[in-house]
């Protein structure tokens, strides 16, 4: 398992764990749906080739169970990590689940620490639109995503409640509201592709 790729310099972080590495079923229609509304608002896209991906452990085995939340690796790890982001100052922090969630809000000694069950769809639910709420980009944001949507047993509750609407899903409705974010404080983001976007439809 590759520990971290991307440059560590860029202001987009997505942290994982590493039993649900990143993939087209959780990261890439959130990230479509973002370059979408951002293209057709700046004409423009974000360097997608410099974000930066990060696995929360070192090794999958350091992943806790429900019994046991945190062991002494992933103590270690959160150090680690703590040290990285105290350096480089990301904008955006992605958390990609339960774990990496619970990871960042040690990271940052929020309180009170939480165990595996406290995070399900609906209260990430509530945190992404807490984050989304709260987005100063004068720090560094913590946004929960879902590790997992298609095939998930509470599919159609998620939608409804990440969306608040039935005719929305869940990847238009978190990619619309952080795009908004991303155009709302564009001239803050050094994340932008240099020079115009060609179009490749024929005149």
Known sequence: MIRESGERSFPIWVLFNPKHPISHDNW???LDEIQDKVYR???????????YFRSAVSSSD?????????GPGVTEDIELFRD???KHKPKILFALGAFPFEFLRRVYEIKPEKGPKAWSNSNLGVEFERSIENFDIRKTNVIPLLHRVGESANFIN???????????????YVGGELAEKFIENKDGLNIWIKGPLVSTKAT
Not at 41 to 48: G, L
Not at 158 to 172: A, G, I, M, P
């Open 28 to 30: 890439s229609p959130v």
């Open 41 to 51: 608002n700046m004409n423009t896209r974000i360097e997608t080739e410099n974000i």
């Open 62 to 70: 350091d992943i806790p169970n429900t019994l046991n939340w945190w």
């Open 84 to 86: 990285i982001v105290s």
């Open 158 to 172: 998620t939608l409804n409640y990440f969306t608040r609407k039935d005719d929305e899903n869940y990847f238009s």
